[in-house]
């Protein structure tokens, strides 16, 4: 039937949406989520009907995503027909009911995604039963080719491409401003993509930011690459499987991660990697806390980089402590380019080395290790990343103590005195957040001991660092509350770890990194 | 802090949804869907924060239900912070991964669904897991009560208190439309609360509506009930049980129904019911299919009854085709109207007699099918249905001929003339719905043959009424193509059933009706 177009003048959010009172939605036969077909002039879309009681009768409400598709700007007539349920359901149904999906149907689910055929209700249900059922590793590289399929790619011609990606979940991991360097001045290409934080105080992209532009478009990394043999850029505005985007709205409120290697893998295929590492943090504060955790996930890695044509190898890497002492986008940067001119944290310097290490040796690289150490020491990757900072836009000249930090700065003391027995990571971070990262890139926390370190009665466990004061006494008074490490002399005297009064389920800050 | 608000006029179908810009979200913290808390003067609500890339800048966009709540205009400045996530998403999380739920941790759960805290990909998640793992007896339970607690009850003082209940399936069931007068004519009193139909061609609600108002208050439902022992009303705006109209919307578009028995029971518990008879048509047309799944339902109705303190029998009704003639809510008031004037179908009046008869018995009447028969046959229920009618505010004179029905009239016939072998409840329900029905109340479809009856070549197998001629041709054109009736001269010309080329797999119209 004919409806009168209104524009609500607001996104929702990528969504398909349109709006119908309850007495037009009745006359067309169309119920709440069940899909509309709207005509204007030649161009056509399919939305998903939300029905309202107190939106005017034989108006249809059109969020800017539709209004934009169609060319409408308000008040013109349109064509609106109940239309048939996406062929997708019936694979969301089907993997509700526990069946294995054929690669044809997670296409048709995959390419329903991208094209915002499916509403948030039904995109819950198959990522919960996803998660429940789990998915077979057929199901796993059927998705993972999905979603290259469904967005942009990046060509290079040029054999191998390295790539390396860590899982996340400790704080402070800036490994990757020393391996891309490393990788590159060796004359290997490394066209890396990361994200930003989304519930940690910094990501790769965050930290990267503070010493040059990270939002390059796939021509300018191309550039870039061709330039210096490598890159540090945001993954998140390339379209690289823009599929894993819509899932992850979805995945981030139920803390539940079935997608995770595809949603990784799929982005590493799609910028043509043929060699990759993939870093697991492991231990009790970390997202993977068994060693044996560790090796299910590593070989799940190998085994569908070797489907979709990629080498792969996994490091797994102490996790219980944050990486260095910084954590917060500026103070992290600064850490990063002190360490590779030389100074800087030892177990910084030692993951970057292991793991471009074993990316050298993946190409047949003999002594991968020793090659990256030498070119870490002997300044070649510091240049390299100078040259890398200089073709995206940034001051190849810079120094750490150009990267400025916040001015508003505190100290949280021990009361007592003891050893190092434990950092949590997960509290570390929070404080960091509080007191401004990422958003605010020169806030975040240095810590002052580290495992198995002394600190004296008084003496500074860690500084926060903030851009305004408001935020800097907060973050202190995390601090002082949460204890986020634990001191003793006697590690016995401790042997409580938990009590268990009732059920507490922590609420996982974040699903693995990806 | 401090953002001003922006009403966006429209409302988000009961959510608590609020609108922050990219920024302004990233300063406070907040992630789409985390949740928010606002604040204006003393009042302050928990609104679900969606975060759009073109949003003003410092301004928070308003949903109306969250403007109404605080009494805001537009413009006001109001506090915005950062809020936990409600404590339901952990239980919500245990049951993701398979445990068992404590009836406290269900009742946190109900509480944040009538409260909007949970959103829909929240809910969608809750209801697949649900699903996926199963109920034990005491979840159900503990559902129910949940559910019974978050809304309204009707008390009246009377013992005991009767109730009946199809859980719907086959087009045309009107029942209780008979029911209700047999056993309020035996001074038993019934308060009856039905639905509108949804995905079916009329519910008992839209079929009473053309007899008598349905939209009743709580305390006008007391006086009817008062005068006529019996009431016939739509329990859609009695908000008895909240939180499933709320569930209802994401268990439609999944076509999955794990709450479909706290859904029914709490409403039976709410109007206060002590003996309820629960039909469950079955048979190949039908939701259920065989006898063996009717009696696993029926012994779950039977003890969650019990547990409840409600006496509960079930009837496995037969429902391999449409009960009497009439489908559509016009249609079928006109032909329960005639049945309890004595004419009408057989299978209708036979029907309710047995459901009658079973609920005396409960109630310890002897001979309890005969009781009802006697009251149908001698006049007296229909002089209760009158009363009814007139208390409701309907015309006690009403005649069947007085029921208006669709004055444009089509005939599907038949090319071939035979025995009816099969009638497809679904496809015969889609054609009524084409013609206009539920909506357009005079519009619906009426069989001219039933199964063993014969039908001569060229004969007609169903009228086909509408209120407007262009829905009588597409309704047409639907019988035409769907063949509802198969008719045969011998059953073994047609021993094929179903080909199976491809999964296929058909949309439930719709789970079990509640």
Aim: aromatic content about 4%.
């Amino acid at each position: 039937m004919k409806l009168k177009a209104r524009l609500l003048e607001i996104q929702a959010g990528g969504r398909s949406i349109a709006i119908l009172d309850d007495e037009t939605a009745s006359f067309l036969g169309v119920h709440s989520s069940d899909r509309v077909r709207i005509a204007y002039e030649k161009q056509q879309v399919i939305a998903i009907a939300n029905v309202a009681s107190n939106f005017p009768r034989n108006y249809v409400g059109l969020y800017e995503e539709i209004s934009r598709k169609l060319g409408i700007k308000g008040g013109e007539s349109v064509e609106v027909q109940s239309a048939e349920v996406p062929e997708a359901i019936r694979y969301v149904q089907a993997k509700i009911r526990g069946e294995r999906l054929r690669e044809k149907e997670i296409d048709t689910i995959v390419k329903d995604v991208v094209t915002r055929h499916l509403s948030d209700v039904e995109l819950a249900s198959f990522i919960t039963a996803l998660y429940i059922h789990g998915l077979s590793m057929d199901e796993i590289e059927a998705l993972s080719r999905a979603m290259v399929k469904t967005g942009s790619t990046l060509s290079l011609d040029k054999r191998p491409i390295l790539d390396k990606h860590s899982i996340g979940g400790i704080p402070g991991d800036k490994t990757t401003i020393l391996i891309v360097p490393i990788i590159a001045a060796a004359g290997f290409t490394i066209p890396k993509t990361s994200s930003r934080a989304v519930t940690s105080p910094a990501g790769t992209a965050d930290r990267v930011e503070t010493l040059c532009p990270v939002n390059l478009t796939i021509e300018e990394i191309k550039e870039v690459v061709k330039k210096t043999n490598g890159c540090m850029v945001w993954g998140g505005a390339l379209e690289l499987a823009p599929a894993d985007d819509i899932f992850i709205q979805v995945e981030y409120p139920l803390a539940i991660d079935p997608m995770l290697l595809p949603s990784i893998m799929s982005k590493k295929k799609a910028i043509g990697a043929t060699h990759v590492v993939v870093d697991i943090p492991t231990g009790r504060g970390a997202k993977i806390k068994t060693i044996g955790e560790a090796h299910t996930l590593a070989y799940d890695f190998i085994d569908l980089g070797k489907r979709l044509g990629m080498k792969v190898q996994c490091a797994v890497t102490f996790g219980e402590q944050p990486l260095g002492w910084a954590i917060g986008p500026a103070l992290e940067a600064r850490e990063a380019l002190s360490a590779i001119m030389g100074n800087g944290p030892a177990d910084l310097k030692e993951k970057a080395i292991d793991v471009a290490g074993i990316l050298f040796e993946m190409v047949d690289v003999e002594n991968g290790r020793q090659k990256a150490e030498r070119l870490l020491e002997s300044g070649k990757a510091e240049r390299k990343l100078r040259k890398i900072i200089e073709a995206q836009g940034g001051n190849p000249k810079v120094k750490p103590q150009d990267i400025e930090v916040g001015d508003k700065k505190a100290e949280l003391t021990t009361d007592r005195g003891g050893r190092v027995l434990w950092i949590n990571n997960e509290d570390t971070a929070k404080i960091a957040r509080e007191a401004g990262a990422p958003k605010e890139k020169r806030a975040g926390v240095v810590l002052k001991a580290k495992l198995g370190e002394n600190v004296k009665k008084g003496g500074v466990l860690l500084e926060i660092y903030a851009e305004r004061n408001a935020k800097l006494e907060t973050a202190l008074k995390l601090g002082e509350k949460l204890h986020p490490i634990g001191l003793t002399e006697k590690p016995e005297e401790r042997m409580l770890m938990d009590r268990i009064p009732t059920r507490v389920i922590e609420r996982k800050t974040f699903v693995l990194e990806r």
